[in-house]
């Protein structure tokens, strides 16, 4: 049975869990921010489902990511710079590396960072939204650990790779495409997963070249090799398979070229002899500051027309609207506000589990 809580009641849960394992106070509230802005514009497959495989797990029980950040400036030229993360937590390494940019881009136009040696940092789209509150475009993306093959193959290779734009508009969201570069994600998986689901068809692709649905077994056959997710535009160049491809190759030479950072199959979790390491990824972070090209109002509106004008546009027989990207996450947010995050019973189920293996002091709504 599905349970609501509300979000602070879930964001202190997810700050003291985070503390729980060590993380600092100070970036605890950060990683646990990340993660409740996802529940809030509805990402669920990014928020509290990812606590504990992600991060409580990698930190505790795999012992491959650090919870105290190491925040390395490596270079740091007039509008870039380049940093090493060396495995800390990768929300507040992120934060961080944009705000960074942000700083850069209100002193020269333009500002630019990398990093390199960083971990899973949320949803993507939560560092460009940082830009846009400062009347600023901003670009951000990560590669990940091999899950989507390139087209015409069937070996993972690259990660799902976001490339995400933030602009600011005159209406209550910004425009925010977060999205993978593949047809679907490894968190939409894990969460077919939790709620006992198979995968749609033509998404995931086996060695044979055939598609895959079972959702648990496709996520053991990511890791072990068997499986792989396709580009945004599916399997071939038909429909276009190769576009997504092209996008999640540039999203993985920006995550690791400029910042000499690991890229693709040294990505995955285990050295040569079969340990268990760090995933070592890479982010880039780009900020522009509109106030060099025009007045920031008037970039707001004509954003906001050319997004009012798609959205006024002739609509499909049977559709009721046609929405513009960040809108569907806003009104998530509305619609949210009063209920919370929903909590199936697998997440319940992993909620116990950090709570009691860590000694906190909280009594779910769920338990009784």
Same mark, same amino acid.
């Given at each position: 049975?599905?349970?609501?809580?509300?979000?602070?009641?879930?964001?202190?849960?997810?700050?003291?869990?985070?503390?729980?394992?060590?993380?600092?106070?100070?970036?605890?509230?950060?990683?646990?921010?990340?993660?409740?802005?996802?529940?809030?514009?509805?990402?669920?497959?990014?928020?509290?489902?990812?606590?504990?495989?992600?991060?409580?797990?990698?930190?505790?029980?795999?012992?491959?990511?650090?919870?105290?950040?190491?925040?390395?400036?490596?270079?740091?030229?007039?509008?870039?710079?380049?940093?090493?993360?060396?495995?800390?937590?990768?929300?507040?390494?992120?934060?961080?590396?944009?705000?960074?940019?942000?700083?850069?881009?209100?002193?020269?136009?333009?500002?630019?960072?990398?990093?390199?040696?960083?971990?899973?940092?949320?949803?993507?789209?939560?560092?460009?939204?940082?830009?846009?509150?400062?009347?600023?475009?901003?670009?951000?993306?990560?590669?990940?650990?091999?899950?989507?093959?390139?087209?015409?193959?069937?070996?993972?290779?690259?990660?799902?790779?976001?490339?995400?734009?933030?602009?600011?508009?005159?209406?209550?969201?910004?425009?925010?495409?977060?999205?993978?570069?593949?047809?679907?994600?490894? &968190?939409?998986?894990?969460?077919?997963?939790?709620? &006992?689901? $198979?995968?749609?068809?033509?998404?995931?692709?086996?060695?044979?070249?055939?598609?895959?649905?079972?959702?648990?077994?496709? @996520?053991?056959?990511?890791?072990? &090799?068997?499986?792989? @997710?396709?580009?945004?535009?599916?399997?071939?160049?038909?429909?276009?398979?190769?576009?997504?491809?092209?996008?999640?190759?540039?999203?993985?030479?920006?995550?690791?070229?400029?910042?000499?950072?690991?890229?693709?199959?040294?990505?995955?979790?285990?050295?040569?002899?079969?340990?268990?390491?760090?995933?070592?990824?890479?982010?880039?972070?780009?900020?522009?500051?509109?106030?060099?090209?025009?007045?920031?109002?008037?970039?707001?509106?004509?954003?906001? $027309?050319?997004?009012?004008?798609?959205?006024?546009?002739?609509?499909?027989?049977?559709?009721?609207?046609?929405?513009?990207?960040?809108?569907?996450?806003?009104?998530?947010?509305?619609?949210?506000?009063?209920?919370?995050?929903?909590?199936?019973?697998?997440?319940?189920?992993?909620?116990?589990?950090?709570?009691?293996?860590?000694?906190?002091?909280?009594?779910?709504?769920?338990?009784?």
């Amino acid at each position: 049975m599905i349970h609501h809580i509300p979000f602070d009641e879930m964001e202190r849960f997810m700050v003291d869990v985070f503390k729980g394992i060590g993380v600092p106070e100070e970036d605890a509230l950060v990683c646990a921010d990340v993660l409740i802005t996802s529940d809030k514009r509805g990402i669920d497959s990014h928020g509290i489902g990812r606590l504990k495989p992600i991060y409580y797990d990698r930190i505790i029980h795999q012992k491959i990511q650090h919870p105290v950040t190491e925040f390395e400036v490596v270079r740091n030229h007039l509008a870039t710079g380049v940093v090493d993360g060396h495995h800390g937590m990768g929300m507040v390494i992120a934060k961080r590396c944009m705000q960074m940019a942000i700083d850069k881009a209100k002193q020269h136009g333009m500002g630019m960072v990398v990093v390199r040696n960083s971990t899973h940092y949320g949803i993507a789209g939560y560092y460009p939204l940082m830009a846009c509150k400062e009347n600023m475009i901003g670009v951000s993306g990560t590669n990940a650990r091999p899950s989507t093959a390139p087209t015409f193959g069937v070996e993972n290779m690259l990660g799902t790779n976001p490339l995400v734009f933030g602009f600011p508009t005159d209406e209550p969201f910004d425009f925010v495409n977060d999205y993978a570069s593949s047809v679907i994600q490894r &968190g939409k998986i894990e969460q077919y997963a939790r709620e &006992g689901r $198979d995968c749609p068809e033509g998404l995931i692709i086996g060695r044979d070249g055939k598609s895959k649905t079972d959702s648990k077994q496709i @996520l053991e056959d990511l890791i072990n &090799g068997e499986a792989a @997710l396709t580009p945004i535009g599916g399997i071939g160049e038909e429909t276009g398979g190769h576009k997504g491809y092209g996008f999640a190759t540039v999203t993985e030479v920006l995550s690791a070229a400029l910042q000499q950072g690991a890229f693709l199959r040294q990505l995955t979790n285990r050295d040569a002899e079969g340990n268990l390491k760090p995933y070592e990824l890479g982010h880039f972070f780009i900020a522009i500051d509109i106030e060099c090209f025009c007045d920031p109002a008037d970039f707001r509106k004509t954003t906001g $027309d050319i997004l009012r004008t798609l959205r006024e546009s002739e609509k499909a027989p049977g559709a009721e609207q046609i929405y513009t990207c960040g809108q569907k996450e806003y009104l998530a947010g509305i619609e949210r506000k009063d209920s919370g995050v929903p909590v199936n019973e697998a997440l319940q189920n992993d909620m116990i589990t950090m709570r009691n293996e860590l000694g906190l002091d909280y009594q779910f709504e769920f338990e009784e």
